[in-house]
Nanobody
Framework: VQLQAFGGGLVQAGGSLRLSCAVS????????MGWFRQVQGKEREYVAA????????YYADSVKGRFTISRDNAKNTAYLQMNSLKPEDTAVYYC???????????????WGKGTLVTVSS
C-alpha cells in the first residue's frame, strides 16, 4: 500500500488548512487511518485517527475541537481539516494506515511521506 499526503503550506494563526491522504493498493476501507505530526528534534505525536467505516474518530487533546478527521472510501482518501491553527501546530504531518486500530502509543504499519504545515504568528 502507498500513502501520499498533501495539502500542507504556510498559514497565519487562526487560519485553516485541509490535508489529504491518498491511498493506493489494497482496499482502502480495510485500513484504519491516522494522522501524526513531528517537529524536528521531537518525538512523533499522534493527532487523530478514524476507523474503517468513518463512524468513529479519535483526537489528541491538543487538537480536539479544532481538527476534524474524515475519510471518503469511494475516493480512497482520508482528510484532516485543521481550523483555528496555532503556531504550535507547526510540524510535518504524516498520514498512516494499518489493518488494525491505530493508537497513540502503537503507531501504524504504513506511512506516507510528510507534508509540512507552518503556522505563522
Amino acid at each position: 500500500v502507498q500513502l501520499q499526503a498533501f495539502g500542507g503550506g504556510l498559514v497565519q494563526a487562526g487560519g485553516s488548512l485541509r490535508l489529504s491522504c491518498a491511498v493506493s493498493g489494497r482496499s482502502f476501507s480495510s485500513y484504519f487511518m491516522g494522522w501524526f505530526r513531528q517537529v524536528q528534534g521531537k518525538e512523533r505525536e499522534y493527532v487523530a485517527a478514524i476507523n474503517w467505516s468513518g463512524g468513529s474518530t479519535y483526537y489528541a487533546d491538543s487538537v480536539k475541537g479544532r481538527f476534524t478527521i474524515s475519510r471518503d472510501n469511494a475516493k480512497n482518501t482520508a482528510y484532516l481539516q485543521m481550523n483555528s491553527l496555532k503556531p504550535e501546530d507547526t510540524a510535518v504531518y504524516y498520514c498512516a494506515a494499518d489493518l488494525s486500530v491505530i493508537t497513540p502509543w502503537g503507531g501504524a504499519r504504513y506511512w506516507g511521506k510528510g507534508t509540512l504545515v507552518t503556522v505563522s504568528s
